[in-house]
């Protein structure tokens, strides 16, 4: 989507001048009103979190799309889309749907990864990436049934238009923060995807690896319309991070100003409790240090216990790197499969 006569430098300026009023109404629709949803008893520690993500465009504006292209893919119907998610640019995206279905599908938001694939972005969930398993997650999930979307999220894919540190100084200096415009566009991406008629609303999933894996633990944390979360290879105790000096090994478009005075990574994936979480890690990522994942495994443990549902929360340790195993594969199907 074209927003003609300004440049990035141009909007981002425009949209630095909304004041934290624009979010504030946003705790009305972390996941839906009020009038849809029973009481969140996480509602304000959401609230918290999301005013954590600096400057964003209004949480309630309304989203639209284009359809730009469908095509037959190995199986599946695939279906290109440029979105209005955040009116300030265009983001492009990809919806593969099962051929055959019919009806209201249940949907999975695919987020991508980081890995240095600047031009990658969206195309990760058609094309897969080498650490991932060599069936890409579009014709994995279609063939289960499920609607999968997924987005150029900033600087990402077709959005590639400046490098990483220069969106996220610039974004800074004006009050915003990447990892916030990030996952505002993800948090919109779900307002258009239960607009489809073929999406059934109560039955959405996220899943993603390294740093699609962050962001499906952000975004289930943030909309408790997310039912399952899949993260592969990201749980990570940022405090750590920070007892190995390893903030290096992690972009800069993860880190949000004064989160560690508010929030460790376990309380924010205790925000997604009681929904299913599935965590796959590697013993041998030094993104996710084991003695951080312990960390998280113990609290997550608890809080799941506490709330009556221990079988919500589940982690598996491979003895890998970075990547996703065989194994780990055929455990995510089968927990969206069990949970969606």
């Known amino acids: ?58 949480r309630r504006r309304p989203v639209s799309g284009r359809k730009t292209a469908e095509s037959e893919r190995d199986g599946y119907v695939l279906e290109r889309w440029d979105l209005d998610l955040n009116g300030i640019e265009g983001v492009p995206a990809y919806l593969a749907r099962p051929r055959e279905a019919a009806g209201r599908r249940p949907a999975v938001l ?15 969930l058609i094309e897969g990436r080498p650490y991932l398993q060599p069936v890409p997650y579009a014709k994995a999930l279609t063939g289960l049934g499920y609607v999968a979307l997924s987005i150029d999220h900033w600087v990402f894919g077709e959005r590639s238009h400046a490098t990483e540190l220069d969106t996220f100084k610039a974004m800074l200096w004006r009050g915003q923060v990447l990892w916030g415009h990030m996952i505002y566009d ?62 290096s090994k992690h ?28 965590s796959l890690t590697g013993l041998r990522d030094e993104l996710e240090p084991a003695e951080g994942v312990d960390i998280i495994d113990r609290e997550l443990t608890r809080v799941y216990a ?23 594969r055929e455990e995510a199907l089968a927990f969206l499969q069990r949970f969606l």
């Open 306 to 328: 506490g709330l009556g549902r221990p079988e919500h929360w589940k982690i598996v340790r491979y003895d890998v790197g970075h990547q996703e195993t065989p194994e780990g």
């Open 1 to 58: 989507m074209a927003f003609h006569g300004f440049d990035r430098r141009d909007v981002l300026k425009l949209v630095g001048v909304l004041s934290a009023s624009s979010m504030a109404g946003s705790g009305e629709v972390l996941g839906e009103t009020r009038g849809q949803q029973p009481a969140d008893p996480g509602r304000a520690r959401r609230e918290q979190l999301y005013r954590l993500l600096g400057d964003l465009p209004d």
């Open 110 to 124: 695919f987020n991508h990864s980081h890995g240095g694939g600047y031009t990658i972005g969206k195309t990760e």
């Open 186 to 247: 993800s948090l919109k991406a779900v307002d258009w995807l239960v607009t489809r008629a073929d999406v059934d609303p109560a039955r959405l999933a996220t899943l993603g690896m390294s740093m699609g894996s962050s962001m499906a633990q952000y975004l289930s944390a943030l909309d408790t319309r997310i039912k399952v979360t899949v993260d592969i290879c990201c749980l990570v105790e940022y405090e750590t991070l920070l007892a190995r000096h390893s903030q």
């Open 251 to 278: 972009g800069v478009y993860m880190y949000l100003p004064g989160l560690l005075k508010s929030f460790s990574s376990a309380e924010i994936n205790g925000l997604i409790a009681p929904r299913a979480h599935l």
